[in-house]
């Protein structure tokens, strides 16, 4: 299903991970206007079994794409860990928000976090509280959001927010062109 990009958008932006998956639910009234809807952390207890871990962020998930009813899912693609438990954690919950937000019928994009930290810094290595602190100013937040895992979320969305209009304006020009 395709949404062209505009007004009143909103956009689910996932960190994903096992312990802590950060969300950010963010509505785009403009390119220049973003505001905030939700931002937080799903956290699954580490004395947990696995597969009732993967459950608690399935429900979870499933419970944000029902109250909010995003038109897209932006999920953080990580491609190197250096625990490999962690990386498994990580794609495990990268796999559930994939599969939900497919069926949920939302447009779904994947970003690696250099091009989050671009997007978002304007410098693919600039640091946490680098992009904490643009996450703060663009949706004009009090503070940076916290844990890291949500700030995380809330650039992944902001990163979509960003490059998404681009891309549907890059398709309809090629459409247009092909008539």
């Known amino acids: 299903m395709e ?9 689910l932006g996932i960190d994903p991970g096992l312990t802590r998956c950060g969300y950010a639910v963010l509505a785009m009234k403009s390119a220049q206007k973003i ?23 399935h429900s979870e998930i499933e419970d944000l794409l029902q109250q909010f009813r995003p038109h897209a899912v932006a999920i953080e693609q990580v491609f190197f860990q250096n625990n490999v438990r962690t990386a498994m954690g990580v794609g495990q919950a990268s796999g559930i928000v994939l599969a939900l937000a497919a069926r949920a019928g939302c447009v779904v994009a994947q970003y690696t976090p250099s091009q989050v930290k671009n997007t978002v810094a304007g410098w693919g290595s600039a640091t946490k509280d680098q992009v904490g602190r643009m996450v703060q100013q663009r949706l004009g937040l009090q503070s940076i959001p916290e844990p890291a895992d949500a700030a995380d979320a809330a650039a992944v969305a902001l990163c979509h927010c960003s490059i998404a209009p681009f891309v549907a304006s890059q398709q309809h020009a090629v459409l247009r062109s092909a008539q």
Do not use: C, D, N, S
């Open 3 to 11: 949404h062209m990009f505009g007004q009143g958008h909103i956009v």
């Open 35 to 57: 505001e905030a809807l939700a931002i937080g952390v799903i956290r699954t207890p580490v004395a947990h079994e696995l597969p009732q871990r993967l459950a608690e962020i």
